[in-house]
């Protein structure tokens, strides 16, 4: 971090990085449920505590399940928070445990699709999004950690996000930085890596609008690029809860169609890869990032539009 980002860091921001690290204090002497626990607790409470947030996710609730009542709504609601506050809480515990404690908090169905891969050295795009802790997933997979690396946002605030960095990083995983990130995926990819994408958050500029629950979303274009362009596999990796254990599902390869046109194909895988998004938030809504703005962005006349393809 250099001095000019030093001198920039606000109180407020020194003081939110102070509340992680006394959090991260008291979580490292609790258990993985204990901590759970916790976690679950302060969604709740955080849940109370900002309303603006609370209220988004309600209305995202109502546009998405219209047949849901208001009561069914909150309750979902309230799941979400405790599912937020769940990741969190692990995510910070996950530092102070070693790889086989955190992979013994996994597990993993359909692996051999990833194997076989590994075994042929190719390389390919893990495609999911923020369900379930995909931050502790990501990581817990021994096969994985030095070939993975993560598309990633940066965090406002500079201390958390060296802090994050150091997380994701230390078992093994890279982080590629979303601005720009085609030509360093590319070379991963080309070597053996792989590269998770997480393709459910707003755009604030470029990308394509596709439908997701039914509203145009602006949604990047990098994974279905990145295969058309490499030729390279997308691994579907769905996330989520089952009690105390994450569990991760990997689906079989999807490959772009060859001898298409490349601009309408990244179009279209897309949109498709968003419908398969959609259909495992479907099954488990209480597990996705339901206070996200993720339809923040409207389309403009110069915006390209996409027709929704059934996952």
């Known amino acids: 971090m250099d001095a000019k980002t030093v001198a920039a860091i606000t109180l407020e921001q020194r003081l939110a990085y102070g509340g992680v690290k006394a959090l991260e204090a008291l979580l490292r002497g609790l258990s993985w449920r204990q901590a759970q626990w916790l976690g679950g607790f302060l969604g709740t409470a ?3 505590v900002w309303r603006s947030r609370w209220n988004l996710t309600l209305n995202n609730l109502r546009f998405a399940f219209p047949d849901k009542t208001e009561k069914q709504l909150r309750a979902l609601a309230l799941e979400i928070w405790q599912n937020n506050g769940k990741t ?3 995510l910070i515990k996950s530092r102070h445990l070693s790889n086989q404690e955190v992979e013994s908090l996994c597990r993993f169905e359909n692996f051999e699709v990833v194997e076989k891969l590994i075994a042929s050295g190719r390389g390919g795009i893990l495609h999911t999004g923020h369900l379930g802790n995909w931050e502790v997933a990501g990581t817990s997979i021994a096969p994985l950690r030095s070939k993975l690396a993560g598309i990633a946002r940066h965090i406002k605030n500079p201390l958390i996000d060296r802090w994050l960095l150091e997380t994701r990083q230390m078992r093994g995983s890279k982080v590629i930085y979303h601005h720009d990130p085609f030509f360093s995926a590319a070379r991963h990819i080309k070597h053996g890596g792989f590269v998770g994408i997480l393709m459910d958050q707003n755009l604030h500029q470029g990308g394509v609008f596709v439908p997701f629950f039914g509203r145009p ?4 274009t990098l994974t ?7 030729g390279c596999p997308v691994i579907g990796f769905n996330i989520w809860r089952e009690g105390p254990q994450i569990v991760g599902r990997f689906e079989e390869p999807l490959y772009a169609r060859r001898n298409s046109d490349p601009e309408q194909e990244t179009l279209r895988m897309t949109a498709e890869l968003t419908g398969i998004l959609e259909k495992w938030i479907r099954q488990r809504p209480d597990n996705w990032l339901w206070g996200h703005n993720r339809w923040k962005r409207v389309p403009g ?9 059934a996952a």
Request: proline residues 0%; hydrophobic residues 60%.
């Open 88 to 90: 969190g809480a692990e």
């Open 301 to 309: 006349a110069e915006d390209k539009m996409v027709e929704a393809i």
């Open 46 to 48: 955080a849940s109370k």
């Open 224 to 230: 279905a690029l990145l295969a058309v362009k490499l």
């Open 217 to 220: 979303a602006a949604t990047t």
